[in-house]
């Protein structure tokens, strides 16, 4: 791991909550001291139930389940750097970001903190149930916050069903001021992961291009954000055109292509330091850049004399693998998570189709037959699912199983393309171009094609790249 | 089947004529564009004299544009062949370019914006480098060529229409100075 990564990755530590019990000070939540941090804090809570609902299932409709989500209260009203300025302010923010996650997914129907009664300090290891019962919630999400002599913050976040009057899981996070939005969108992740049963992804980031100008003359700018869209920032300044970038799994780099020296090549640009690199000091241009899953290697497409193939590089630099030797263009490539094999796109049969080989380039199959075109096929986190855009007339999102079999489209506009799946696999996003203006805009559709929303972001959007669930 | 439309310069029917004649081996079924008729392309058949001070310098850019058929070459969806009527324009930039041995040119590949980013760049090169191969083909040199695909990057017609996109899947040539 990179010192300055993981410098990063200290700065959010889960801690241990202590018990929420009567038996203790009711008007102390009592949060543990954050230093032997780093264990998760499942072991504090976690009754033994298998909680509410078995897996999400793709066609489910269970969804609107009601969950109110009040200001965490303080202990003690301090200044703090993070949004807010005191503590106080701070956990209406904190409900706010965990309210606003939740709501975004279609599976729940929070009720946020600008819309529920304060509650007190004590309340939060103390719920007064009855009082939300009469509110209809049937889940409740509390929490605190505290400032620390050092500036740091912990924020405790406990889940309780309401009917049944117990606690479901609970979690503490000692964090910088600066990214107290982290420890939202963990107790978000915790919410959710205890009640669908999935994996969590709310604390991730992801790359993309921003745009601006007319569409003769696109401005493009790799940049950066959270996955809620906060916490923007470019990473380009925009006097070469940048395109389709991906973090490395341990968001340390981004590869992506620039078309720095007046030609296409794919640069691997480490944030921590701000210095990119050549992917590859090979003649021909370079494209459609793919991390491993571990992060080990670099998937690339290079064309020479006209033809482009797929090329595998470590990710320190060395010597590049041909993996593709056909006489049309093979192109893209995303890793199965477990890194056998991959999947990509070539017009070997005379159109656009996507195929699958083993890692090292044997055995490539052709899995598309569905008559329109295939590509930019992105393998799920869970190996369940390829999505990828669909090409006749119009362009969609669509998704797959890895032989080809159960084709559904998951939207429906007039050109969407370039999916990246969520860290759990359960959402899709993608970017939109408008008709004629060519502005863009990057969407998320889950896996039922119904709950579709454009994220907020400053400029016009394309291309994006989720990355995984920060440690 | 999309009619092409010349961008820049037309010549006369007589070199337009001939320089499809040398082009009698195309093997696509596309369509031919109808022959130039007439007074639609009024430009003069004249040659620059190389000393007459007010042409177009020898061999720059504003030369080239003024002696080719034209700078840009199109294709149909999806495409990279390099058509009869591609051919005439490309055989008039290989006559202008054995004409200028020292002169270097880069062609840009480009695409419409009916597809997608990665393959739109993969197939601009394969444009451009087709364009390149046919001057190749007519003896030109290869290290005189560079290629550059913008993908769906820089169209040059703005609309959402089978016209724009007509417009949009071409190979540029750019003449180095």
Redesign the interface.
């Given at each position: 791991m990179k010192p300055a990564f993981a410098a990063y990755l200290t700065t959010l530590a889960l801690v241990a909550l202590a018990a929420p019990l009567a038996a203790q000070q009711a008007s102390k939540p009592a949060p543990a001291a954050a230093a032997s941090a780093a264990v998760p804090a499942s072991a504090a809570a976690a009754p033994a139930d298998e909680g509410l609902t078995g897996s999400v299932t793709d066609d489910s409709d269970w969804q609107d389940l009601g969950i109110a989500i009040p200001t965490f209260p303080t202990n003690e009203m301090l200044p703090t750097a993070a949004d807010g300025g005191n503590t106080e302010a701070l956990g209406r923010n904190l409900a706010r970001v965990i309210y606003g996650d939740l709501k975004n997914n279609g599976l729940f129907k929070p009720v946020g903190p600008d819309a529920l009664p304060a509650i007190g300090y004590g309340e939060v290891t103390a719920p007064a149930f009855p009082n939300w019962r009469a509110r209809s919630a049937e889940m409740l999400v509390q929490g605190f916050v505290k400032g620390g002599a050092d500036g740091r913050l912990t924020v405790g976040c406990y889940l309780y069903d309401v009917a049944l009057g117990t606690e479901l899981a609970r979690q503490g996070y000692v964090v910088k001021p600066e990214e107290w939005r982290r420890a939202a969108h963990k107790c978000a992740d915790m919410v959710y992961a205890r009640l669908s049963g999935e994996s969590p992804f709310f604390d991730s980031k992801i790359a993309y291009i921003a745009e601006t100008g007319?569409?003769?003359n696109?401005r493009?700018q790799l940049a950066i954000m959270d996955s809620d869209g906060a916490n923007h920032r470019f990473i380009t300044n925009g006097q070469a055109?940048a395109?389709?970038p991906r973090y490395s799994p341990d968001y340390a780099k981004i590869a992506y292509?620039s078309f720095l020296n007046?030609?296409?090549r794919i640069y691997v640009y480490d944030i921590g330091t701000g210095r990119q690199t050549l992917v590859t000091e090979g003649k021909g241009?370079t494209?459609?850049p793919r991390w491993s899953p571990d992060g080990k290697f670099i998937l690339y497409?290079m064309?020479i004399?006209?033809?482009?193939d797929i090329y595998r590089v470590p990710a320190t630099g060395g010597a590049s693998v041909k993996l593709t030797d056909s006489p049309g263009?093979d192109?893209?490539g995303s890793y199965s998570p477990d890194g056998s094999k991959i999947v990509f796109?070539s017009?070997r049969s005379g159109?656009?189709q996507v195929y699958v080989m083993n890692a090292d380039g044997t055995n490539q199959k052709r899995i598309t037959f569905f008559g329109g075109r295939s590509?930019?096929p992105e393998w799920s986190p869970r190996g369940d699912q390829i999505a990828f855009?669909h090409?006749a007339g119009n362009?969609r999102i669509a998704v797959m199983n890895p032989s080809g079999g159960e084709m559904r489209y998951l939207t429906d506009s007039w050109?969407d393309?370039?999916p990246t799946w969520s860290p759990n696999g359960r959402i899709v996003q993608f970017f939109r171009?408008a008709?004629?203006s060519?502005k863009t805009s990057i969407w998320q559709v889950d896996l039922t094609g119904r709950n579709e929303r454009k994220l907020n972001t400053p400029v016009d959007a394309s291309?994006p790249a989720w990355g995984p669930v920060l440690p | 089947m999309t009619r092409k439309i010349i961008t820049s310069k037309v010549l006369t029917g007589l070199l337009l004529t001939s320089g499809l004649a040398l082009a009698g081996c195309a093997t696509k079924p596309k369509e031919l564009p109808p022959q130039p008729t007439g007074a639609t392309g009024t430009t003069t058949t004249n040659p620059p004299p190389v000393s007459q001070p007010m042409g177009p310098v020898p061999g720059s850019r504003a030369d080239f544009m003024a002696s080719v058929l034209g700078d840009t070459i199109l294709f149909d969806t999806?495409r990279?062949n390099i058509d009869s009527e591609d051919q005439g324009i490309l055989q008039s930039q290989a006559q202008w370019l054995a004409r200028y041995p020292a002169a270097r040119i880069t062609i840009e590949g480009h695409c419409d914006?009916?597809?997608?980013?990665?393959?739109n760049?993969?197939?601009g090169?394969?444009r451009?480098?087709?364009a390149?191969?046919y001057l190749v083909s007519l003896g030109i040199d290869a290290s005189r060529i560079t290629?550059?695909?913008y993908?769906k990057?820089?169209?040059?017609a703005?609309?959402?229409d089978e016209a724009s996109w007509a417009k949009n899947r071409r190979a540029v040539t750019i003449t180095l100075q």
């Open positions: 007319p569409k003769g696109r493009k055109t395109l389709t292509l007046g030609t296409p241009p494209f459609a497409s064309a004399a006209g033809n482009t263009i192109v893209g796109e017009d159109s656009q590509a930019t855009t090409i362009l050109q393309e370039a171009t008709k004629t060519g291309d | 999806d990279y914006e009916r597809g997608t980013r990665d393959y760049l993969a197939l090169e394969r451009a480098n087709a390149k191969n290629t550059v695909s993908g990057e820089r169209p040059i703005l609309g959402s």
